[in-house]
C-alpha cells in the first residue's frame, strides 16, 4: 500500500466514525486469533493520553492495525523515542502519524506561568520548549506537533535512516472533539 492509500484509510476510518459506527466486534475476534504470535501494524501513532482519543474508534480501526504510543501532550522522552524506534526500526510501519487535539490541558498547562512540581514539571518544560513563546492556544497546539515531529527526526538516527531511504512518511494530525474530524496536514516528512 502507498502512503496515500494508508492516508486515505484513515481518513475513510474516521468518516465511519464521525457517522456513529464503531469497530465490528467479530472482526476483532478473528483478527486476534490471527495476530496470536506476530504484529503487522500499517500505522505507528504517537498521540496524547487524553482519554476522550481512543485511537481504534476514532480511526475506524482494529486490533493489530495501529502501534500506539501515547505520552499526555504526546511529549516525547526516552521511552517514547524508543518506543517510536521499534515501531519504525523493527515492526517497519510504513506511515507514522502524530496527533495533537483541541483541549488539550498538557498545552494548557505548559502555558500557565504556575510551576508544577515533580514529574508533572517535566512535562511542563518539554511541552514549554516546544512551543517557545506561543500564546496562541491552537498555534499552540499546532506548534507542539510540528516540533515533535521535528526532534524525533534529530533526535533519533532510526527515524531520520528510515525517511531518508523512503521506508517512512510522518504525518501531522490534529482531532477536534466537537466535530470528531481529524484533519492531516500535508505530507513534509
Ligand atoms: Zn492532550
Known sequence: MSVDELLLELENGNKKF?????PNGETATVKRLLSIDVQNPKFTLFTCSDSRIPPEIIFGMSLGDI??????????D???LGSL????????TPLLIVLGHSSCAAIQKA?????????????????????????????????NTDKTIQNMIYKSPVIATALNTQQLKIVAAYYDFASGKIIFSKLKY
Open 111 to 143: 502555558m500557565l506561568t504556575e510551576n508544577f512540581p515533580g514529574a508533572l514539571g517535566s512535562i511542563q518544560k518539554h511541552i514549554r520548549s516546544a512551543i517557545g513563546e506561543e500564546t496562541d492556544f491552537q498555534a499552540a497546539i499546532a506548534g
Open 85 to 92: 524506534e521499534f515501531a519504525v526500526g523493527d515492526l517497519k
Open 78 to 80: 526516552e521511552a517514547a
Open 18 to 22: 464521525m457517522a456513529g459506527a464503531i
Open 67 to 76: 502501534f500506539t504510543i501515547r505520552t499526555a501532550g504526546h511529549v516525547l
